[in-house]
């Protein structure tokens, strides 16, 4: 009797597990099935086509990226991302955003491309990059009368306070640079505005890019209003900035369509004739 009601708990349990591996087995094959079928993502190109909209992660950047009183733009991206969505046959929106949050909106494809932007190796983890069009480097700006700073190494240290814009490739010069300063952080700002901090005496310092920034503060202000160290032609050693165009991580087709697109302005010349038009000093 006994052996009977084992032998009945046996064959029971071995019913229940050929159930469960069978189930399983077909919940398997269902989820394979499925990944099979559904449509791998197609790339960022046939995005833009398909949506007839090439977008634009728009952070601040005079000359490259400027946005006007309107809430409009222009600069040297703006034109050359207009020459770019007429070469794809689609319109051009450039959507506005903060350097804090422009990698992340490339990530999470809220926009197809970010245009004037550092190829770092904190950003190169998460997004890829074009061939850079123009080499900068950061210098780091004080007012002439400042007496804390004269030479590049008396910014490290706890009495200076440093503004920085969040999350941009000037914050992470100036926390490498300095890490014993005190940073302040700002969000939606460009560089020439950091320059009224300094003015304003809420900052001692703060880190702009050379021969971009450094030259627009010159026109804008005037020679000798902020002095640039470690000077106006010499540059911090730390992080030169390659300024290209940020594209999703692994999108090899976008990346050589960009590539192929500044490879042509380059050789036709189009494109140092416009850097040097916008970059060309006030009269």
Known sequence: MAVGKNREVKLKSNNFRSLVAGTAFALAGMLAFAFMSAPAHAGTLDDIKTNGMLRVGAGVYPPFMIRKPDGSY???????????????????????????????GLVTRKWDVVSGICAT??????????????????VLGVLPSNDKIKKLEDANQPSVLIADIAGSWNEE?????????QHKAFSQITQTDLVQELL???????????????????????????????????????????????IFKGDTAMRD?????FAK???????????????????
């Open 74 to 104: 222009e600069g040297i991206d703006v034109v050359l991302l207009g020459e770019m969505a007429k070469d794809l046959g689609v319109k051009l929106e450039l959507v506005d955003t903060g350097w804090d949050t422009i990698v992340a």
């Open 121 to 138: 190796p904190k950003r190169a983890e998460v997004i890829d990059f074009s061939d850079p069009y123009l080499k900068v480097g950061g």
């Open 173 to 181: 010069i100036s926390k490498s640079a300095f890490p014993k300063a």
């Open 200 to 246: 304003a005496g809420r900052a001692d310092a703060a880190v702009f890019d050379a021969p971009v920034t450094s030259s627009d503060i010159e026109n804008k202000f005037g020679v000798g209003k902020i002095t640039f160290l470690p000077s106006t032609t010499h540059v911090i050693d730390i992080l030169p900035c390659p300024l290209s165009y940020g």
């Open 257 to 261: 369509y960009v590539n192929a697109f």
């Open 265 to 283: 302005k380059k050789a036709s010349g189009e494109l140092d004739k416009l850097i040097a038009t916008w970059m060309k000093p006030a009269p």
